[in-house]
């Protein structure tokens, strides 16, 4: 099982809502991290959300399923939908 980096992330959305999700990765880099979380973000038509450090936070690392695991292969990230996430 592989070593996972989690960053939990809050984002408000257009609408005024908050999205809480975490982005996974495979290496413990911030930037990238955010990086991510815009490119995500875009997907669903957020693409003007503020990401920062302030709304991306390291919050522990893990092991990684095999579907994350394959997921972050593939992306290089993985989203994990929690609260307010289309």
């Known amino acids: 099982m592989a070593e996972i980096y989690v960053y939990d992330t809050y984002v408000e959305a257009k609408d005024g809502h908050t999205m ?5 990765t495979s290496e413990k880099d911030h ?3 955010i990086e991510y979380a815009k490119q995500w973000l875009k997907t669903i038509g ?12 390291f919050c522990h690392s893990q092991g990684a399923p095999k579907p994350v695991e394959d997921a972050i292969k593939t992306n290089g990230f993985f989203i994990q939908k929690m609260e307010g996430c289309p």
Not at 20 to 24: Q, T
Not at 46 to 57: I, Y
Request: aromatic share 4%; glycine share 4%; charged share 35%.
């Open 31 to 33: 930037g990238k991290a």
């Open 20 to 24: 809480h999700f975490d982005v996974i």
């Open 46 to 57: 957020e693409d003007s959300a503020k990401v920062t450090t302030e709304e991306c936070h």
